[in-house]
Nanobody, 127 residues
Framework: QVQPVESGGGSVQAGGSLRLSCAGSQFTRITNCVGWHRQGSGKERETVAIISYEGGAITTDYADFAKGRFTISQDTAKTTVLLQMNSLKPEDTAMYYC??????????????????WGQGTQVTVSS
């Protein structure tokens, strides 16, 4: 059973950093794709970053707003997916969700493919 559990959210000032963790997201025979997504108040959910195991290689991809500031990775035990967020901005304020799934090649970039979601962790960035 795949059940992502997020942690690490909180409140920071603009320019600060947070590291989010997603436990229960290791790559297995039933999971080859993990994504961090977010939803701000009154906004649609959007993908932040994804990490996938496809074709024998680990690949990552980021939304444009995350490039250069956020890094998605696995911990050394490969049981947790991390999202390091630096240079945070007030517009990064949102509920951040981790999701995991087994997807076809290239499907990790499609949010609707994710069937296993965590409860979310709140990130608040003040100016």
């Amino acid at each position: 059973q795949v059940q992502p559990v997020e942690s690490g959210g909180g409140s920071v000032q603009a320019g600060g950093s947070l590291r989010l963790s997603c436990a229960g997201s290791q790559f297995t025979r039933i999971t080859n794709c993990v994504g961090w997504h977010r939803q701000g108040s009154g906004k649609e959910r959007e993908t932040v970053a994804i990490i996938s195991y496809e074709g024998g290689a680990i690949t990552t991809d980021y939304a444009d707003f995350a490039k250069g500031r956020f890094t998605i990775s696995q911990d050394t035990a490969k049981t947790t997916v991390l999202l390091q967020m630096n240079s945070l901005k007030p517009e990064d304020t949102a509920m951040y969700y981790c999701a995991a799934e087994r997807v076809p090649y290239g499907g990790c970039r499609v949010m609707s493919h994710f069937g296993h979601w965590g409860q979310g962790t709140q990130v608040t960035v003040s100016s």
